[in-house]
């Protein structure tokens, strides 16, 4: 049994090892290389966390084979052989809590994100995926919010003033009275003329 445990902890040590290209990507990303709202806020408000994912792609190797090397040492006993082998995975859980959290943070940007592409009650909802929305800070600002029928994708038009709205309206052949939010007023009822 002793044979078999330790040959399945070595198996895992050696597959633990293909997570480095992955910390290396990851680390790459959440310290600049890639964009994205989420590598932002995990750069502003957790840099700590990059500074984690950093440190584990040269000592989580390094303490991997420390540890098979040593096991092999070891091999003829038994208690010590394998206990060795429990500390490049003990090592690895501080990578695994910060990719937790990191699948966290992006869980919630896209929550926010998607929040925002879809109607909300004080919007006028003129179609399927398409509907005008006023600036709450500007309120003489609107957004025409025009989504795909999968919903993956959504386009966003400003507008400055109610009249470049109504024109744009009418140049998609779009009734404005049409236009209607959840108490049912058209958004005609906000036009000025």
């Known amino acids: 049994m002793y044979h078999f445990y330790r040959t399945f902890l070595i198996t895992v040590i050696w597959l633990s090892l293909l997570t480095v290209p992955y910390m290396v990507v990851a680390y790459a990303c959440y310290a600049g290389l890639c964009g994205g709202s989420a590598a932002t806020a995990l750069r502003n408000e957790h840099p700590h966390y990059i500074s984690i994912i950093g440190y584990s792609i040269w000592l989580y190797p390094l303490i991997a084979l420390y540890a098979l090397y040593h096991s092999r040492k070891l091999a003829e006993n038994a208690y010590r052989s394998t206990a060795i082998l429990w500390l490049p995975l003990l090592c690895l859980l501080p990578f695994i809590v910060v990719m937790y959290k990191t699948n966290q943070i992006e869980a919630q940007e896209k929550q926010q994100r ?28 609107t957004c025409f919010f025009t989504g795909t029928p999968d919903g993956k994708g959504s386009a966003v038009s400003y507008f400055y003033k109610t009249g470049e709205l109504n024109a744009f309206l009418k140049n998609n052949k779009i009734d404005s009275s049409q236009c209607k939010n959840q108490k049912g007023i058209p958004f005609s009822n906000f036009i000025k003329p």
């Open 114 to 141: 998607e929040a925002y592409y879809r109607a909300q009650p004080n919007d006028f909802v003129c179609a399927p995926g398409k509907f005008i929305r006023f600036d709450p800070l500007q309120p003489e600002h």
